[in-house]
């Protein structure tokens, strides 16, 4: 009997050390810079994210080849419109979105791949501890990297045949949105 009750507390120790999916804040704004090499395609920008209710808006700075656009664009899902002002020229596009709003996440049936330190743990402030999960979603294959504490974002790859391989990194994230005014639709798109 000893030997079956120390098996099972043995099982509920190693269990209880299998890392769980974080939960990633639900509102931020943060630096962004996203690559499609095979388009090459790269964007810098400054984004505000509002899981709750499914809304970012994204202003970039876009390099695709030698073309350079700077746009203001607001993806607002629960309407199922995208508005996409370039900053030039003052021209506003209207979009239907098709797409789905794809969270910015550890998806729930994630595989852990492991720790690691961005940087070094040797001084104070020199590095940050993350933890990388991939798999699948409805939206393609991933794999990214997320604070240990705080489950901030720090890079994600995605992969789909409709997308390609596309890769995000975060930087200089901060909780909460500065302006909420930031997600009513430009007036130029108006």
């Known amino acids: 009997m000893r030997i079956l009750l120390a098996i099972l507390v043995f099982v509920g120790v190693v269990y209880g050390q299998t890392p769980k999916p974080c939960l990633a804040p639900y509102v931020w704004e943060a630096k962004v810079i996203q690559y499609d090499i095979s388009k090459q395609f790269e964007m810098r920008s400054r984004m505000a994210y509002d899981a709750r209710n499914q809304r ?41 979105l098709t797409r789905p709003f794809r969270p910015v996440r550890v998806p729930n049936n994630a595989t852990f791949y492991g720790e690691t330190t961005i940087g070094s743990l040797a001084a104070e402030g020199a590095g940050v501890i993350v933890q990388l999960w991939g798999g699948q979603t409805e939206h393609g294959r991933y794999a990214g990297s997320w604070t240990l504490r705080g489950c901030g974002p720090v890079s994600e790859v995605y992969f789909s045949n409709k997308t390609g391989v596309v890769r995000t990194d975060f930087f200089d994230i901060t909780a909460g949105i500065l302006d909420p005014d930031i997600f009513i639709p430009p007036k130029e798109c108006m």
């Open 56 to 96: 970012i808006r994204v202003v970039d700075k876009v390099n695709l080849e030698d073309k350079k656009d700077n746009f203001a664009t607001l993806f607002l899902y629960q309407e199922g419109k995208e508005y996409k002002l370039n900053m030039k020229t003052k021209e506003c596009k209207v979009i239907d």
